[in-house]
């Protein structure tokens, strides 16, 4: 019997999630790259692997597979990951309240006085009470996208095509350059870079883009931990699990009234620190389906500032700047997955929860390949 054979079009989170169940259903798969390594966000990111986010229901077991999975894969692969959790600090009524609530329509949570947070890097001073989890996990993304793919091809019939840039697609047959690949099935993951395959598909759909600024601080000293990722208020007024608290629109409406700035450039301040030490913070957000290649220096300022109201470091070097692009659904779609053609899947519009859901998302998606 002959093997069955499968390409998959970009090697970054929702890629390698792809091609790893494809893999594993005995699939013979080639994955095509246009880069010498996966660049875009995947590793342009904080690592986390975060269950807390995701609203009760299948988009939280999502997350929790996803969790499991990236524990499997980083043993695999031998490098590092965190099993931290988080902790999320109110220093306002409207803060606190949010917590509460959240807290009790999900009893795996805990609500922690100030004295019970044994974080050092956690501002004490006006702090009214902190929303602590055990479920977050971090990796360093720019770590683990690199060595997942030779997990893939060591442990299964996968090969990867570096500098392969898949130029047309027509069923079965994919052209990339001057060479033609043929398969079973193809799957597009090609992330932000939507507009080159199938771009009539996208142009239809309700998909935009966003442009995030992160920052790393350098290795702490002394091999001094931050313990979990910290996050302020404006992390419940981003992720959606907190929305469905009825004090969330009270919280969104104070920092409209008082920082609108911080509403309008997308912050959600928020820090994770890598087995290395490394301290990576950010990030903002801004829409659409064109961006300038330029950093703004007043909103790293202003992940910064707000970051200082809630988390203090042995070292605040900067040893890094950068921005990212992600596809994002504007329907409110927690991803898109397209047929344009039969035998050819696209599966993309994650958002921001490319490394929390992915490999979630294909154990679903694939359950019965």
């Given at each position: 019997m002959t093997q069955k054979r499968a390409i998959v079009i970009g090697a970054g989170i929702v890629g390698l999630a792809t091609t790893r169940k494809l893999a594993m259903a005995g699939y013979q798969v080639d994955v095509l790259e246009r880069g010498q390594i996966a660049q875009g966000a995947s590793v342009r990111n904080f690592g986390m692997v975060w269950p807390i986010g995701q609203p009760t229901g299948q988009m939280y077991d999502r997350?929790?597979?996803?969790?499991?999975?990236?524990?499997?894969?980083?043993?695999?692969?031998?490098?590092?990951?965190?099993?931290?959790?988080?902790?999320h600090m109110a220093y306002r009524q409207e803060?606190?309240?949010?917590?509460?609530?959240f807290?009790?329509?999900?009893?795996?949570?805990?609500?922690?006085?100030?004295?019970?947070?044994?974080?050092?890097?956690?501002?004490?001073?006006?702090?009214?009470?902190?929303?602590?989890?055990?479920?977050?996990?971090?990796?360093?993304?720019?770590?683990?996208i690199a060595a997942f793919?030779?997990?893939?091809?060591?442990?299964?019939?996968?090969?990867?095509?570096?500098?392969?840039?898949?130029?047309?697609?027509?069923?079965?047959?994919?052209k990339a350059g001057n060479k033609t690949f043929e398969a079973d099935l193809i799957y597009v993951c090609s992330g932000a870079d939507f507009e080159y395959l199938y771009p009539e598909q996208y142009a239809a759909a309700d998909i935009t883009k966003s442009k995030l600024q992160m920052m790393r601080l350098v290795s702490q000293p002394n091999?001094?931990?931050?313990?979990?990722?910290?996050?302020?208020?404006?992390?419940?007024v981003h992720y959606e699990s907190f929305k469905q608290?009825?004090?969330?629109?009270?919280?969104?409406?104070?920092?409209?009234?008082?920082h609108p700035a911080y509403l309008k450039w997308g912050l959600n301040v928020m820090v994770s620190q890598n087995g290395a030490g490394e301290l990576t913070i950010g990030d903002s957000h801004e829409y659409g389906l064109d961006f300038d290649p330029f950093n703004k220096a007043f909103v790293d300022e202003m992940i910064l500032d707000?970051?200082?109201?809630?988390?203090?470091?042995?070292?605040?070097?900067?040893?890094?700047?950068?921005?990212?692009?992600?596809?994002?659904?504007?329907?409110?779609?927690?991803?898109?997955?397209?047929?344009?053609?039969?035998g050819v899947t696209i599966i993309n519009g994650l958002g921001g929860a490319g490394m929390t859901l992915s490999f979630g998302l294909l154990e679903e998606m694939l359950s019965d390949i």
């Open positions: 997350a929790m597979i996803s969790r499991s999975i990236w524990k499997e894969m980083a043993e695999m692969a031998g490098i590092w990951y965190g099993e931290v959790g988080s902790l803060e606190l309240a949010v917590i509460e609530e807290t009790d329509r999900n009893p795996q949570y805990e609500l922690l006085s100030a004295g019970g947070v044994k974080s050092e890097a956690v501002v004490k001073k006006g702090l009214l009470g902190v929303l602590s989890s055990d479920e977050e996990l971090i990796v360093d993304p720019r770590q683990a793919p030779a997990v893939l091809e060591e442990q299964y019939d996968v090969t990867f095509h570096w500098q392969h840039v898949a130029t047309e697609v027509s069923y079965p047959w994919v091999q001094w931990k931050i313990g979990p990722a910290l996050c302020g208020g404006l992390t419940m608290t009825p004090s969330h629109q009270a919280l969104h409406d104070y920092y409209q009234q008082n707000y970051l200082r109201t809630f988390a203090d470091f042995k070292d605040w070097t900067i040893d890094s700047h950068w921005h990212g692009v992600y596809p994002k659904m504007t329907s409110g779609a927690t991803e898109l997955i397209l047929t344009p053609e039969e």
